[in-house]
């Protein structure tokens, strides 16, 4: 029956969500603190990227209905078909050139729709075959990141703020995009789309979401864009026009790009125990370079805790902060033990029994929750179900993320706009979300309480 539902919806074009809304979470100053790498590459960077080493004469192993399958958003998204994706995305971005073009992109992307803090993770890789090994991959990505943070400062430090002209091409494209996204997604959002809400009576999910897409464009009266933009181009300054966006990035690899970056370093659930050892010891060398803390991530159907478990506890040891993805699957034993080592974040927790989840909301360990990736990887049945919903409604820590903005066409924007009007935030919730975003980072006591500054006033300029 849900699946005839779902199969309903996908033929519905209307979404949950209104442009203005979108714009109004545009506008919000946004952590993100659960970016894959190489999840969030552009569609069009890997057909360039593909279509490079095939014109230098590569034969590299991926066919045309591979290519396909990674840069059509329309396509399949089940949890087992994104791992395929993923290996399909590897086999093409092998060079340290990719991986720098990609963070470089990554950062900018997110950088443009106003996150103030990115924590981008990635798994190290070590490819002899193309010269590269798990020190230079991460010494590529820094690469990357670095030239976008210095891009981003020239281009605050000479831009002018963008005309009324630009705002409204910016907005078209967006809306283009908007059009271009996966048709499940367009679905999903139909479930609780308002027109439909009202006509499933009985459905408060559905109601409460119809209330939220009507209710919040009047509620939110956030600056004009131009004036954010001002303050993010440096001509406003500081408490400038319209209170803009002041620079937040003094601190390791911002130095006055508006974003501050850190990393994460992945295991991924292939690797054994000395394979995620060595990636430890590597985030503790880069440590300097904005390396805060590691990842568990990976097919949620491989491998086993008791081979990750030493050498996550000996990242700790080493004053890393560790996130797991858990959950994402049933998977009650091992959910159980990672609850256990009470790691300082979690990723997902979808699937979990009453008894896992009541030690979830005992542990208070915040959690990064992914709307549109857990909506089409199927984890969830749809956005008004999503567990966002209880644990935000019962004070449990959590952030909204992307996950893999570019295999599932999303932004952080958009999943903002998606919880408010899925859930029914009203703006003070959505302002209340982005603040304690800022507590749940592993970013150094100092940078956080720049980035409240930032945000604080950020904030006060979209009331
Ligand atoms: C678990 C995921 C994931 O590391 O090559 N990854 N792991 N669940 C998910 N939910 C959809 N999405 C991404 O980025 C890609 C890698 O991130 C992990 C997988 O290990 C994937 O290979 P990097 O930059």
């Known amino acids: 029956n849900q699946a005839a539902q779902r199969q309903l919806n996908c033929a519905q074009p209307q979404q949950l969500y209104s442009a203005e809304l979108l714009r109004a979470c545009q506008l919000l100053p946004k952590v993100e603190l659960h970016a894959h790498l190489n999840g969030c590459v552009r569609p069009q960077t890997i057909k360039e990227i593909l279509e490079e080493r095939f014109r230098a004469g590569e034969a590299l192993a ?9 840069t059509v958003t329309a396509s399949d998204r089940s949890l087992g078909k994104c791992f395929r994706l993923f290996d399909i995305i590897h ?40 010269g590269m090994t798990k020190e230079s991959y991460i010494e590529a990505v820094l690469q990357g990141v670095e030239q976008a943070l210095e891009q981003l400062r020239q281009q605050r430090s000479t831009q002018p703020p963008p005309q009324p002209q630009q705002q409204q091409q910016e907005q078209e494209s ?95 659930r292939r690797e054994d125990s000395r394979s995620a050892m060595e990636t430890v010891e590597l985030a503790t060398r880069y440590r300097h370079r904005g390396v805060v803390g590691i990842d568990l991530s990976g097919n949620p159907s491989v491998g086993s805790w008791e081979v990750w478990q030493p050498p996550l506890a000996a990242a700790r040891a080493a004053g890393l902060s560790i996130t797991l993805h858990a959950g994402e699957v049933v998977a009650p034993r091992e959910t159980a033990a990672m609850l256990a080592f009470r790691p300082d974040r979690l990723g997902h927790c979808c699937c979990l029994d009453s008894e896992l989840g009541e030690q979830l909301r005992a542990s208070a360990i915040p959690l990064e929750l992914c709307l549109t990736s857990n909506l089409l990887t199927e984890s969830v ?23 893999d903005s570019g295999v599932f066409g999303t932004t952080l924007s958009r999943e903002y ?21 800022v507590e749940y980072t592993f970013a150094s006591e100092e940078e956080k309480q720049r980035l409240r500054d930032v945000v604080e006033r950020a904030l006060a300029a979209c009331i």
């Open 62 to 70: 991926v066919t045309e209905q591979q290519l396909k399958e990674v």
């Open 91 to 130: 086999a093409i971005t092998t060079t340290h050139a990719a991986i720098s073009r990609i963070a470089c992109e990554v950062v900018r992307d997110f950088a443009a729709d106003r996150t103030v803090y990115l924590e981008l993770r990635t798994t190290p890789k070590s490819r002899p075959e193309y």
């Open 174 to 268: 967006m809306e283009k995009q908007e059009a271009a996204m996966p048709s499940a997604q367009k679905g999903a959002l139909a479930t609780a789309s308002p027109a439909e809400a009202a006509s499933v009576p009985g459905t408060s999910a559905a109601a409460a979401a119809a209330a939220a897409a009507s209710s919040y464009t009047s509620a939110c009266c956030c600056p004009s864009a131009a004036s954010i933009e001002e303050g993010l181009n440096g001509s406003g300054g500081e408490g400038g026009p319209g209170g803009c966006l002041p620079d937040v990035s003094e601190g390791q690899l911002g130095g006055g790009a508006g974003i501050l970056v850190k990393l994460l370093l992945s295991i991924d």
């Open 417 to 437: 706009a998606i919880a408010a009007a899925a859930f029914n935030l009203p703006v003070a919730a959505l302002h209340q979300l982005v603040r304690k975003s």
């Open 381 to 403: 049945p749809s956005y008004p179900e999503h567990h966002f919903a209880e644990l935000h409604a019962a004070g449990h820590p959590v952030v909204l993320c992307t996950d």
